[in-house]
C-alpha cells in the first residue's frame, strides 16, 4: 500500500513537472489557465505599448534571478479573483537566489493588480516609476528591497519618480528593506494608501510606509502594526517639502523602533491632517515621543480625534512637535510613559492652539510648551494649566486596560458620569451624540469621541450680517440676486461647503430666489416661519 502511495506520488509529480509551461521573453494578449503554472525560465515583458490579460488563478513560479517588465506605454491586467488569486512567486529552496521582483516603467495607467500574490522577490515585490498603477486585494509578502532613491528600500511596494499608486485593501506583510518595508516612495510621487494591512514588516526607518520628497499621501483606514525598524517604525515621511499629507483613522500599534525611534516621524511638508486615528502600545525604547513632527509649512499641522496611548519611550511620550503651526482639537494624550524625560505634548518653535483635548497620566509634564506660543482651553490636564474652561480632574475613561477611552457616562451603563462631558469649547458641537461618540447634549465633550463640528455663527434671514433679520434683508437679497453683491456672511458647512447659510430662510439648504418670495410671505404676515438648513445649524450670535 505504501509502495502504491509512493509511486502515485511520484507519478503526479512528474504529471505536475510535465504540465508545466516554460515562459521566457514578450508576452502579450492572454496567459491563461490552462498553461499553469508556469515556470519562468528568463525574463519576460509586455513589451512596449503592449498588453497582457493573466487569467484569475494563474501561477508564476520564477525559477532564477528573472523579472517581469511592463514596458513604456504597456499595460497589464492581473485580475484575479478572492478564490483564485495570480500567484507571483519562486521557491526559494530551489530558487535560493530568488526572482527579481514586477517593475512597472513608464507603463499606460490602466494597469491593475487585483487578487494577487507577489512573494520572495529580491528587489522590491512591484516597483513603478513614471506611471500609475491600482493594486488592490493583494497579499505581498517576504519580499526585500531594491536599489532605488536609496540602496535597498521599497521591499513590498516601490513608488518612483512622479508615479501615482492607489493601494487599497491589501496585505503587506513581512516584507524587509533598509528603508521602506512596507511601501517605499520616493521623488513627486502622490499614494493614496487605503484599508490595508501593513503588519510585521522590518527595516532602518520606515518599517511601514516610508514617503521622501513627494507631493503627498492619503493614508487612510489601515491597520499598521507590529512593525520593527530603527526610526519613523509606522509612518516615516521625510523631507516632503512640497507635500500635503492626510493621516486618517488608522489603526497604529505595537510598532518597535529600536534607536531613534519615533513612532512616526512626519518631517517636513506643506500641510499635515491627522484625523481619528488610534496610536497605541508603540515602543521606542531609545529615544523620543510617538509622534514626532519637525517643519509642518502652510497650513501646519491640523490633528483632530486622534487617540495616542500608552505608548512606551525612553523621551518623550505622546507628541513631540518643533517648527511647525499646530491645531490640536479633541485629542487624547494618556497614559504614555517615558524611562528618561517625558510629557504629554511638547512644542517647540510653533505655535499651538490646544482646545478639548485631555492630558492624563503621561510620565512627566502633561503640557511642556513655551507659555507665549501655547493656547489652552477647554483642555482637562492632569495637575493644570492655564487657560479658559481648562480642567484638572480625573476625566474617567470606560476602561483603559482594554483601551477603551470613551467617556463614562450612566446614561449607557458607566457607574459615573465624566466631568468631561459637555465641557468643551462652545465653538463646537458633538457631531454625533450616542454612547460611542459625543455624549450629553450636543454641547461639545472633551476627549476623542466629541466635537468634530463647527456651527455657523449667524442669524436666520440676517442677510447682511447686521445681528438682526428683517425687511432690509429682503432688499440687500434681491440685490444679491440681481446684481451680486457680495454676501454678508458665507458658512462653512460640513456637508455644504461656502454655503451662503443666512439667506438660506426655507430651510432647503441652497439660498435663491425661492427664499425671497418665502421671507416676504413671512414678514407679511403669512406662511410659516424662518427654517434654518439642517446641515449648517446656527449658533445664535
Ligand atoms: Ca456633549
Ligand atoms: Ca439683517
Ligand atoms: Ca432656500
Known sequence: MRKAVFLLCALLFLLRIGLATELSGPLTGNLPLS??????????????SGSLVIEPGVALDFQGYCKFSIKQGATLQAVGTAADSIVFSCDTLLNPQKWVGIRFDASASNSVMQYCRVENAKESGIALIHCSLLVQNCLITNNRGGDWYYGDSG???????????????????????????????????????????????????????????????DIKNNNISDNIGDDGTAINLAWNESGRFSIVANFIARNEALYSGPIMYLNGANGLVMKDNVIAHNISPMFFSAVYICQIAEDG?????????????????GVDIQSSNLVFVNNVIANNSAAAGGRGVQLRYGHAEIKNS????????EIDADPESVDVSYCDVEGGYPGVGNIDTDPLFRDTTSGDYHLMTTVCGDPFDSPCIDAGSPEFWDELVDCDHGLGSQASDIGAYGGGFKPCSYVVGDANDNGSADGVDVVYLVNYFKLGIAPG?????????????????????????????????????????????????????
Not at 188 to 200: A, K, R
Open 35 to 48: 498553461g499553469s503554472p508556469y515556470q519562468v525560465v528568463g525574463d519576460i515583458w509586455v513589451p512596449q
Open 155 to 217: 521591499a513590498g511596494i516601490a513608488c518612483l519618480e512622479n508615479s501615482n499608486a492607489v493601494i487599497r485593501n491589501c496585505t503587506i506583510s513581512g516584507n524587509v528593506a533598509g528603508v521602506g518595508g512596507g511601501i517605499f516612495a520616493a521623488t513627486d510621487c502622490y499614494l493614496t494608501i487605503e484599508g490595508n494591512d501593513i503588519s510585521h514588516n522590518a527595516n532602518y526607518y520606515g518599517a511601514g510606509i516610508y514617503i521622501v520628497d513627494c507631493v503627498g499621501a
Open 301 to 317: 499641522v491640523v490633528m483632530t480625534g486622534n487617540l495616542i496611548v500608552s505608548n512606551v519611550n525612553n523621551h518623550g511620550g
Open 358 to 365: 485631555i492630558f492624563w497620566n503621561n510620565h512627566g509634564s
Open 489 to 541: 456672511y458665507i458658512c462653512d458647512c460640513p456637508e455644504a461647503d461656502d454655503f451662503y447659510a443666512p439667506a438660506d430662510v426655507n430651510g432647503s439648504c441652497e439660498a435663491n430666489g425661492v427664499d425671497v418670495i418665502y421671507y416676504v410671505n413671512f414678514l407679511k404676515g403669512y406662511g410659516p416661519g424662518l427654517t434654518f438648513c439642517p446641515e449648517c445649524p446656527p449658533i445664535l450670535k
